[in-house]
Nanobody, 127 residues
Framework: QVQLVESGGGSVQAGGSLRLSCAASGYTISNSCMGWFRQAPGKERERVAVRHTTYVNTYYADSVKGRFTISQDNAKNTLYLQMNSLKPEDTAMYYC????????????????????WGQGTQVTVSS
């Protein structure tokens, strides 16, 4: 059974940093499409960062470019999201997701179309 479990969320002040983890089980993350998403109250879920774990190509939302970094540790079967220079508008529930498509489709994949989701971890940034 494929499962994704996020951790690392919390409350920080603006300008601070957090690192989110997404531990995968039931499959190996290498050669898969994985991403981070977020959803704030009253808003739609949005893509934050997406990568195909076989390639270096990565998608970042404009709002997080230069501040967030997606990475992976294949040995730990875990996806990460390093978040620096956090802003109050980054406050949201953060989710990781996985799917099994090629590179091009992976980087274009919209939020509603992913195969497996984690339960989410809350990030709150205060000003």
């Amino acid at each position: 059974q494929v499962q994704l479990v996020e951790s690392g969320g919390g409350s920080v002040q603006a300008g601070g940093s957090l690192r989110l983890s997404c531990a995968a089980s039931g499959y190996t993350i290498s050669n898969s499409c994985m991403g981070w998403f977020r959803q704030a109250p009253g808003k739609e879920r949005e893509r934050v960062a997406v990568r195909h774990t076989t390639y270096v190509n990565t998608y970042y939302a404009d709002s997080v470019k230069g501040r967030f970094t997606i990475s992976q540790d294949n040995a730990k079967n875990t996806l990460y999201l390093q978040m620096n220079s956090l802003k109050p508008e980054d406050t949201a529930m953060y989710y990781c997701a996985a799917d099994w498509v090629g590179l091009s489709a992976c980087l274009r994949k919209e939020s509603a179309a992913w195969n497996v989701w984690g339960q989410g971890t809350q990030v709150t940034v205060s000003s």
